[in-house]
């Protein structure tokens, strides 16, 4: 197999760019074994900084194989810059079956602003934070701010240096932080800080807000980036424990209050039951009377009622039953006729 058996192509993403702005220059060629690589060395190119891209093997649509290798590249002196790439090594079930040489490229570098610091970013990182443990803290105790940054287009070397900004906490001991530098997942650059603290005295945890500038090579404008860290609440175990009180209180109050809800509606509920009862069971009049008039208290209705007021509020409250004002009306023609009726 030799290299122009193979349909290879190269690919510069952007060929104009600003200093230090990152863009990405990929070989691409079809293969039809699933099990072939691509493998390059690592450009040496002056004035550009390259970051290898991991090598791919994909499935296309058509299903034949797209074998990938690329760099990102960041470049540092303006003006044209030639790239000239490493032979690129197409190997195929552990040996080198084809080689090709990728064509020069050029691209065109613009100059920064020159009052634009060297350290300054030429695109956007990205920050996450978390306060350990999580929920309240308590004074005097270490803890741990983590904060995380992370950018496609900024290598680490760029990144903003955010631990200068955490010194100056007020009301809170820092401790030396811990670094880590995640390995690299699709191109992005990663830092992670385990930055230990003590906060003093009660009250909102008081870290600084981050902030930094970077410029946007889309717009050429400089942009700012505040990140706002959490504020968890700050508590001895004074104010804990006068806190863990007041809270009882509210509980053991809350509990009272609903008991004596509860405790009315129980009573309502068989107030009603036993009217319903008494109603359906052909009782005599006395005895509904009665049923009636202890179903009015637990209703705080009054006492002293004509069956047409107590039917008028029990609709209120139960809504209208046929049932309950058919005996009502038998009700008060039995106790007619006892009264001497006819």
């Known amino acids: ?31 039809t074994d699933r099990f072939a690589t691509l493998e390059a060395s690592l450009p040496r190119i002056d004035g550009v900084d390259a970051q290898a891209i991991p090598a791919s093997n994909e499935a296309s649509a058509d299903g034949k194989r797209i074998l990938r290798i690329g760099w990102a590249l960041f470049p540092h002196t303006p003006g044209r810059q030639a790239i000239q790439l490493p032979t690129i090594r197409y190997q195929l079930n552990g040996r080198e079956a084809a080689q090709w040489q990728p064509p020069l490229q050029t691209l065109e570098v613009r100059a920064l602003p020159p009052y634009l610091p060297p350290t300054l970013p030429v695109g956007k990182v990205d920050i996450e934070s978390s306060i350990e443990p999580s929920g309240w803290l308590q004074s005097d105790h270490l803890a741990y701010w983590h904060v995380s940054l992370s950018s ?14 955490v010194q100056v906490a007020q009301g809170v001991e820092v401790f030396p932080a811990k670094v880590a530098q995640p390995t690299q997942g699709g191109g992005a650059f990663q830092l992670e800080y385990r930055i230990p603290f003590k906060p003093q005295g009660n009250g909102r945890l008081a870290l600084p807000t981050l902030h930094w500038h970077w410029f946007d ?27 863990g009180l007041v809270i009882g209180v509210i509980l053991l109050a809350g509990g009272w209050v609903l008991g004596k809800i509860a405790s009315k509606h129980w009573r309502q509920w068989l107030a009603k039951q036993r009217v319903l009862q008494a109603l359906q069971g052909n009782t005599d009049p006395q005895a509904v009377r009665q049923a009636m008039r202890e179903c009015a208290v637990a209703h705080g209705w009054p006492d002293n009622f004509s069956s047409a007021q107590w039917l008028q509020r029990w609709e209120q409250v139960y809504g209208k039953s046929q049932p309950v004002r058919q005996s009502l009306i038998l009700l008060d023609a039995a106790a007619w006729r006892g009264a001497g009726g006819e």
């Open 217 to 243: 090579p889309a717009s050429g404008r400089l942009e700012q980036v505040q990140h706002p860290p959490p504020h968890p609440w700050v508590l001895g175990w004074l104010w804990r424990s006068a806190l």
């Open 1 to 31: 197999m030799v290299a122009a058996d193979l349909p290879w192509s190269i690919h510069l993403q952007d060929a104009e760019v600003w200093q230090r702005e990152r863009t990405l220059l990929m070989v691409e060629v079809q293969s």
């Open 152 to 165: 496609d287009a900024v290598t680490t070397a760029q990144f903003p240096p955010i631990l200068k900004q």
